[in-house]
């Protein structure tokens, strides 16, 4: 047999389709649906019924609808067609209803004061908007007006007038000097209500001739000032001596001191007034007191109490302030002024009216033809307010008849409707202090049945775990639903499946045979379709070797293990926590695949470690304690933990409490810290132990408390250090007797998972909780802020009830009381809940973006009305995604990129933009029920960046004055490239760095060639682009021009980078062997030489040494001849200068061509060659001499064997 059921809003595979009505048919808010499906129009957004407008700004009257086909709009002006075409002033923007009227361009507010009403109409009705009373806000001046000085004796009461200009709104009034400080108030000084200024009695401080009253008009963002008002305080002393030496008779001559008085009441006057309040309000009672000393208020209601939660005293008790009044509290309050000398009281009879509020507002009604219906518009006030009827905007009297609507005051009924049934109504409840219009459609359609769930989905569960299949349908009539199991199995029945109404199918323990593809089918009179989806059956994760408690010594290791079992098709992982928390950031934490080591324990790492396994299914974990203990001392003391306790026994019999007492066993030489005590219900939970209380462990007696209808029987544990002992054996039993219970369930919640129900839930007592024989709860519920009894059901074994046919998200007062056949639990604490959420109903509007830079741009956007909201405000969330790069013209796959702004926020940042792209965003409001419509998407680029590096540098083709360089374009232009810009610079033997040349290459080269360069040079390329922002990061290369045609030298690889320029080593080819060979035939030619040079110089030749180093005390190295290659000779001549030791480049670090490279100064190390006495080279022949680098830069090289020739030919 089938069952039928509503989904608990526990089950995480349902999809919760939003229905935007409650009627006969529920329509889901499926995009694509409600595209096809035809809707009377629905008003969505409109401005407030009394409308005050800024003079000086654009009149904006807002009135927007959604319907199918999109409805046409109209407006009445006081009650006639108003033709926005014949008014230059006034225009409507498109596809909407809203009116702007332009006022910055000429036009006048007061010229349109008015009621305006609203009309969007499409052919299946017509909906109207509230009556929009238009009204300029005024900030008028102050009258003029002579204000003569107040004169006052010490000890008087005072009241300084206000009286502001009225104003549309009323200003805000506040008192302040000359210096815009706000005067001091306190018990004795203080405002009224109406602005004026009240002193219960002037104290000679209170002169001053700057009291001035302000007028803040909020709406034009003015102040007014009244003219100063002077105030002169006269002590009794001051005023004698001055009437004295002025007049020779007065009654005031010979006044007494200041007298004390008893109160008198400035406001109101006499004993009694009167106020009428409407309902929902704030309530403010005043009174003021004049007398010396200063007079006390307090408050009393008269046969009642002032409401708690709502009652508030403000301006130093003087005003009562009630919120949210209502017609209970309508009756005398009474204000009692006192002071030491007596009391004065006044005496307010409240009265509280109401405005019409709805108790049931008419909700639209989808129909299929021949269905039946009705619309029910129930209001309630004071006085009751009457109900009235319109149909598509015209009132029902006089409407167009139809057959199947019958009119029974606030209901209507129909019966057997067709399609020209389809209309807007609207209700319409009104009386003395205003109305309420509703808009409600009856929507009649005939479709064919559509499944809305994706096909082929696909359905994952583990193993003896509910399974829950959506279908979800639409069609008119409401289709009947079928689920077969396979693509031509037969019909699912049985007690193994559950069909729930929306089409669902669960199967509530979903085997391994489970497993297939089951086939929805939907049909009604109109048509028939099916849909399949997939399940897949998975075996639970489990843990087969859980972590075990350890104990280990300070200092030493430990390792938990965890090793786990899983389905094979899913990824696990595992997650360690110490005491329910992340594992410490320290490298003593080894976690394995299958262990967690923790080396080196402190004690510290004492504590509880869970391992928790998750999958995408299912998660289980396991915990272990790890006790950090000390080193055992030597000799080595066996600690460990106590033995159990023995020898339990009762005493003390009462019906809700009991003695018991044990003894303890071994310490086991860590004394025993406390004692746990345990229980066991044995009528209800028979081999459970639950914790019960503990005490200290020198205590062997505890008292303990019962619960009634509870089978007990005890245990104690005793704890040391070192861990808990083994539980003692249990004590005999004792039943208590039953009785009502003491408490209510607790947790309890209100939580709607459906727009049109309210899922009331609790946390169930357990069974020593119950008391007694047969639980049960009393559930109660009632819609909050309206005059509803309470409705109210009894159930038993559950801990949830679901009320169905709510509005959509509204609160409503709840609570559930325990009882049992004894009696009822104590009454029950109220809690606030609200039914179902549904999706947000209108996307935000104005949406604007503002381009910061070329990543970051700033997006804004109006909320959305809190009513359109439809549940909890969680955010907004700003979908955005580059639809191409203007560089590139080339689209690729669009990857949206999704922000979320928690609350009420109304602007975000977009961070990580590409410069010089298009973007396109939109904005949706999101509640705990999802997202809202998207806003209309925007769309808005960034500006040019500068560009990344050129994707490649190649230098080819070198001769002996030229080099060809190739390049691609920057992977990431982000602008226009505008040019490149190439850097180069010669590097000498020495790897300093020359002159830096500069050329700019058009933007649409890829190609160059280098001309009139130096032959068999090293080069240095620095090469970037560039856009109209600025030069992207750069790319380096080297290269050589040949030292002949046949000859190359090698190119280096390039170098991404904006760091300065280094010149780059070579290969060292003083470590090759012909370099050697021909560097000792080069010394062995050297020697040669000097042998020739002392033997002439024995024989009296041109090599005067001796007179040389006595007429110079630093001999130099004369340089060889250029045509014979022969070393010159020691002369005094001045034709021949010599070298200077170790200078081979000048001051400016660039080499010249007249420097020679012949010199042998520069193959010494640490000393220059020098010639000794009788003409022999001293200075050992090496490598080349330590140079620095260019510019800071570390870099050296091997000398070229063809610089190395050309310093000895």
């Not at 002439?1096 to 190295?1117: L, M, Q």
Request: proline residues 8%; negative net charge.
């Amino acid at each position: 047999m089938m069952k039928k059921k509503s989904i608990p809003a526990s089950k995480p595979f349902l999809i919760l389709f939003l229905c935007q009505i409650i009627s006969a048919l529920d329509v889901p808010l499926d995009s694509k649906l409600l595209e096809e499906l035809s809707q009377p129009p629905t008003i969505t957004h409109q401005s407030p019924k009394d409308y005050i407008v800024d003079p000086r700004e654009n009149i904006v009257i807002q009135c927007e609808a959604k319907g199918k086909p999109p409805p046409s709009f109209s407006w009445t002006r006081n009650g006639t067609h108003f033709d926005i075409d014949k008014d230059a002033q006034v225009t409507m923007k498109p596809n909407s209803g809203t009116l702007v009227v332009n006022i910055m361009n000429g036009g006048k507010a007061e010229a349109y004061e008015g009621v305006y009403q609203c009309t969007a109409r499409n052919e299946r009705g017509a909906a109207i908007s509230n009556n929009i009373v238009i009204r300029p806000s005024r900030s008028p001046l102050w009258t003029k007006e002579k204000l003569e000085p107040h004169q006052v004796r010490e000890g008087d009461s005072l009241v300084l007038h206000c009286r502001p200009p009225v104003g549309l709104p009323p200003p805000i009034i506040f008192w302040m000097d000359n210096a815009f400080q706000r005067l001091p108030q306190s018990e004795r000084v203080s405002q009224g209500l109406n602005g004026d200024l009240y002193f219960s009695n002037v104290q000679p401080e209170d002169t001053r001739e700057d009291y001035i009253c302000y007028a803040r008009f909020n709406h034009t963002q003015t102040i007014q000032q009244k003219q100063p008002i002077s105030v002169k305080v006269f002590s009794m002393d001051s005023l004698n001596d001055t009437i004295a030496a002025n007049l020779s008779d007065t009654d005031i001559y010979g006044a007494k001191p200041v007298t004390e008085r008893q109160p008198v009441l400035l406001t109101p006057t006499g004993s009694t007034s009167t106020k009428v309040e409407l309902r929902g309000n704030v309530l403010l009672l005043e009174c003021i007191a004049a007398g010396l000393p200063t007079p006390v208020i307090r408050w009393i209601k008269e046969g009642g109490e002032l409401p708690a939660n709502r009652t508030f005293f403000e301006n130093f008790k003087k005003t009562l302030k009630i919120i949210d009044v209502s017609e209970a509290d309508s009756g005398n309050y009474k204000c009692i002024a006192r002071n030491t000398l007596g009391s004065v009281h006044h005496v307010i009879s409240v009265t509280v009216k109401a405005a019409p509020y709805w108790i049931t507002a008419p909700r639209n009604l989808v129909l299929s033809p021949g269905e039946d219906g009705t619309l029910i518009c129930r209001a309630n006030g004071n006085p009751k307010p009457s109900i009235s009827w319109l149909a598509n905007g015209v009132p029902i009297a006089i409407a167009p008849e139809d057959p199947s609507r019958k009119v029974d005051g606030d209901t209507i009924i129909f019966s057997h409707v067709q399609e020209r049934s389809s209309a807007v109504y609207q209700c319409n409840a009104s009386n003395e202090y205003g109305y309420l219009l509703a808009n409600a459609f009856v929507n009649v359609l005939a479709e064919p049945p559509r499944i809305l769930t994706p096909a082929n989905k696909l359905y994952q569960v583990i193993a003896d775990s509910p399974a829950l299949l959506d279908c979800a349908y639409f069609g008119s009539p409401k289709p009947e639903i079928e689920w077969f199991k396979g693509v031509k199995g037969s019909i699912l029945r049985g007690n193994e499946y559950v069909f729930h109404d929306n089409g669902t199918l669960e199967i509530p323990v979903a085997q391994k045979d489970s497993t297939g593809t089951y086939t929805c089918v939907a049909r009604n009179e109109l048509g028939k379709i099916q849909n399949e989806v997939r399940l897949e059956i998975k075996d639970p994760t489990m843990i087969i070797k859980q972590p075990e408690y350890k104990v280990v010594q300070r200092y030493g290791q430990v390792s938990f293990e965890c090793i786990i079992k899983h389905d094979s098709t899913l990824l696990p992982t595992v997650i360690w926590l110490k005491d329910n928390d992340e594992l410490p950031d320290d490298e003593r934490f080894l976690v394995g695949k299958d262990n967690l080591t923790i080396m080196n324990v402190t004690d510290k790492d004492d504590g509880t470690y869970t391992c928790i396994v998750n999958t995408t299914l299912d998660s289980v974990s396991a915990s272990a304690v790890l006790t950090v203990v000390a080193a055992p001392p030597t000799p080595a003391i066996i600690y460990a933990r106590p033995n159990p306790p023995f020898d339990l026994e009762l005493t003390g019999q009462l019906e809700r409490s009991i003695e018991l007492s044990w003894i303890p066993g071994d310490e086991n030489n860590s004394p025993i810290t406390h004692f746990v005590i345990e229980y066991e219900d044995g009528l209800h939970e028979p081999g459970v132990w639950h914790y019960q209380t503990e005490v200290p462990g020198t205590q062997t007696t505890v008292q303990l408390k019962l619960s009634p209808y509870v089978n007990y029987s005890f245990r104690v544990v005793a704890v040391n250090k070192i861990g808990r002992s083994q539980p003692s054996e249990p004590s005999e039993q004792y039943l208590t007797k039953s009785a009502s219970p003491d408490e209510n369930p607790a947790n309890v919640q209100g939580i709607g998972s459906e727009p049109d129900n309210l899922v009331i839930t609790w946390e169930s007592l357990k069974g020593f909780q119950s008391n007694g024989p047969g639980l049960q709860y009393k559930v109660s519920w009632r819609q909050k802020d309206v005059d509803d009894e309470w409705t109210s059901v009894i159930v038993a074994n559950v801990s949830k009830y679901i009320v169905s046919g709510t509005p959509t998200f509204v609160p409503y007062e709840i609570k559930v009381q325990a009882l049992n056949d004894l009696g009822y639990a104590p009454e029950p604490s109220e809690v606030i809940g609200h039914s179902g959420e549904d999706l947000p109903m209108v996307a935000p509007g104005n949406v604007q973006v503002h381009v910061i830079n070329s990543t970051l741009a700033k997006v804004h956007w109006d909320p959305v009305p809190l009513k359109t909201v439809r549940g909890h405000l969680q955010g907004y969330k700003v979908y955005y995604w580059k639809v191409q790069s203007l560089s590139r013209r080339s689209r690729r796959h669009v990857e949206k990129n999704i922000l979320t702004f928690r609350g009420n926020k109304t602007f975000g940042m977009l961070p990580g933009l590409e410069p010089y792209s298009s973007y396109k965003l939109n904005v949706r409001v999101v509640n705990g029920k999802g997202e809202g419509p998207a806003s209309p998407d925007k769309l808005f680029k960034t500006p040019e960046g500068v560009p990344s590096s050129p994707s490649y540098l190649k230098i080819t083709n070198p001769t002996l004055d030229s080099l060809t360089l190739e390049w691609g374009s920057p992977t990431h232009p982000n602008g226009v490239l505008t040019s490149y810009i190439l850097k180069f610079q010669p590097i000498n033997n020495t790897h300093e760095l020359g002159p830096l040349v500069e050329i700019r290459i058009p933007a649409n080269e890829s190609s160059l060639i280098l001309k009139n360069l130096n032959y068999s040079t090293r080069y240095k390329f620095y090469f970037n682009a560039q856009t109209s922002v600025g030069s992207g990061s750069q790319i380096t290369e080297e290269a050589v021009t040949i030292m002949d045609e046949g000859k190359m030298a090698g190119i280096l690889h390039p170098a991404v980078g904006t760091g300065k320029a280094m010149a780059s080593r070579q290969v060292d080819i003083a470590t090759q062997g012909w370099f050697i060979g021909l560097m000792c035939a080069v010394a062995l030619l050297i020697l040669i030489l000097l042998i020739v040079c002392f033997i002439r110089r024995n024989k009296g030749g041109k090599y005067p040494v001796k007179e040389k180093e006595d007429a110079h005390a630093d001999p130099e190295i004369q340089p060889m001849k250029e045509d014979d290659g022969t070393f010159g000779e020691y002369s005094d001549a001045e034709d021949h200068k010599p070298l200077k030791k170790g200078s081979r480049t000048p001051s400016d670090r660039t080499v010249k061509k007249e420097d020679s490279d012949d010199s042998l100064v520069d193959y010494g190390e640490g000393v220059n060659g020098q010639f000794n006495e009788d003409g022999s080279f001293i200075g050992q022949y090496s490598g080349k001499k330590e140079k620095e680098p260019a510019e800071g830069n570390e870099s050296s090289e091997a000398p070229s064997p063809v610089n190395a020739m050309n310093s000895f030919v």
